[in-house]
């Protein structure tokens, strides 16, 4: 089997992050999400999708990369987002990420991805107590680009709140 290498530079969810390090801006329909460059893989066309029955409702199916089997997660559902068709620029981020203290690789379906980049030399600002259409334990941080918020998705804790 091939086994996808793992990136030693992927962090805790609980580090700071630190914004003189790049990050893959990607949308879900007018939301901009941003995570760790060093914590990409690979971006992919979207594969076939293996649906599991009694899977969370954010895991999507399960994908074919190379051999190796990788759950693929659609964030519109723990961000209560509606959800949409796939689009011709729909593309998978394969992470590697700690999760529940594991080192995982995860798929991220993506409406699209648009760019590699440092975030605004601001600080970025934790999610507030309310005002936040999301759960606050899905959000790492609020960050901006271009003046625009960009959202820091918790994968580690979207996945364990949604796995129980």
Known sequence: MNAPVMNTACRRAEEAIDLSEPVLLFSLGSEVFAIAADCVREILDV?????????????DGLVNVRGAVVPLADLRIPFA??????????????????IAGEREVVGLLA???SDVCLLDERAI???PDFG???RPEFVRGI???AGSFVIIPDVDGIFRNQTG
């Open 47 to 59: 594969p076939p999708v293996t649906r599991v029955p009694g899977a969370p409702a954010h895991v």
């Open 143 to 145: 960050g901006r680009k």
């Open 81 to 98: 987002m509606p959800s949409r068709g796939l689009e011709a620029e729909a593309r998978v981020i394969m992470i590697e990420e700690m």
């Open 111 to 113: 409406d699209r991805v």
């Open 132 to 134: 936040l259409r999301w």
């Open 125 to 127: 600002d934790p999610p």
